[in-house]
């Protein structure tokens, strides 16, 4: 098993940057990636990043980039994303899973049925 509990999440203005991290706890030692994923108001959750847990390989959805960076210590306990230049429309709830399958391609990861555990969420507000 693997408990997450993600933090950070708040109410900010658009161009403010928002830290968001994720302690994760048990047997995260046979975890293979951490990925990030959102969920705005009467939509479908959508995949933000992921991780490799080596840390050498990243993926970002195309409406990220160049403005999240997914991160995690060197323990591997803490996943971190930080989110500059934050828009209205990235207000939602924001989500770290953990995978424990192997796959060779990190696309493989944007889909939410790659990943075992999931925290229970923190809230995101970007005014406008």
């Known amino acids: 098993q693997v408990q997450l509990v993600e933090s950070g999440g708040g109410l900010v203005q658009a161009g403010d940057s928002l830290r968001l991290s994720c302690a994760a706890s048990?047997?995260?030692?046979?975890?293979?990636?951490m990925g990030w994923f959102r969920q705005a108001p009467g939509k479908e959750r959508e995949f933000v990043a992921v991780?490799?847990?080596?840390?050498?390989?990243?993926f970002y959805a195309d409406f990220v980039k160049g403005r999240f960076t997914i991160s995690r210590d060197s323990a591997k306990t803490t996943l971190y994303l930080q989110m500059n230049s934050l828009k209205p429309e990235d207000t939602a709830v924001y989500y770290c899973?953990?995978?424990?399958?192997?796959?060779?391609?990190?696309?493989?990861?944007?889909?939410?049925?790659?990943?075992?555990?999931w925290g229970q969420g923190t809230q995101v507000t970007v005014s406008s």
């Open positions: 991780i490799r847990w080596s840390g050498r390989s990243t």
């Open positions: 048990g047997r995260t030692s046979s975890s293979h990636a």
């Open positions: 899973a953990v995978a424990r399958v192997y796959y060779v391609l990190d696309n493989n990861y944007t889909n939410e049925r790659a990943y075992d555990y």
